[in-house]
């Protein structure tokens, strides 16, 4: 039972970045403009947490999660995190591989 995955589909900013499948008990880093700035964890429910790294930080906006660095005002980053694997847009990183197969 502690290998049964759920299917996440990460979008930052609106743009898909990650496809991730976790076992229960698990993490995974989520990627913030190439920088892994928070971690998707998975416990023994079907539920998610996520976590930011030190420094970062986080809050949420009804359905999405809003990301910034410290206390400072600058950048905020906007991460939507669905369940399972949404269809391929052709603006993803993953559209291109899987229109060939």
Known sequence: MRFQRKQFTVLVDGIETARLSLPRWSRRGVEVGGVERAFLRRGWGADYRLVPRAGMRLRRDGAVWVLRQGDDIGEEHRIEIRRGWS???????????LDRL
């Open 87 to 97: 269809t391929a847009r052709p603006r993803s990183p993953f559209g291109d591989h």
